[in-house]
């Protein structure tokens, strides 16, 4: 069992930055596959960023660039630096841990265990 707890989240103006983090219980974390997704009102949950428990990741199209993922196995902590955000960025962010990294041609598959969400807006 993993518990998940996000923080980080807030308001922010277009062309600002925030750093998303994710707290996991558990001493299996070192060997989890993390995710971090996003649902904005009215859409479907989307994938953002995956990373490997070797620390290799995967960032969706729309944020390449953008924002990093990163982990601290030490501190049982995932990251997601977000930079140069927009109001397209608006929505819920949600960890996700215990999925699938696909290593070759790289992209994440969910886990079945998920963090409570936080927002985040972009104002324009």
């Known amino acids: 069992q993993v518990q998940l707890v996000e923080s980080g989240g807030g308001l922010v103006q277009a062309g600002g930055s925030l750093r998303l983090s994710c707290g996991a219980s558990?001493?299996?974390?070192?060997?989890?596959?993390m995710g971090w997704y996003r649902q904005a009102p009215g859409k479907q949950r989307e994938l953002v960023a995956g990373?490997?428990?070797?620390?290799?990741?995967y960032y969706a199209e729309s944020v390449k660039g953008r924002f990093t993922v990163s982990r601290d196995n030490a501190k049982n902590t995932v990251y997601l630096q977000m930079n140069s955000l927009k109001p397209e960025d608006t929505a819920v962010y949600y960890c996700?841990?215990?999925?699938?990294?696909?290593?070759?041609?790289?992209?994440?598959?969910?886990?079945?265990?998920w963090g409570q969400g936080t927002q985040v807006t972009v104002s324009s």
């Open positions: 990373i490997s428990s070797g620390s290799r990741t």
């Open positions: 996700n841990a215990a999925g699938t990294f696909w290593p070759y041609n790289p992209s994440y598959d969910q886990g079945r265990y």
């Open positions: 558990g001493s299996s974390f070192s060997r989890l596959a």
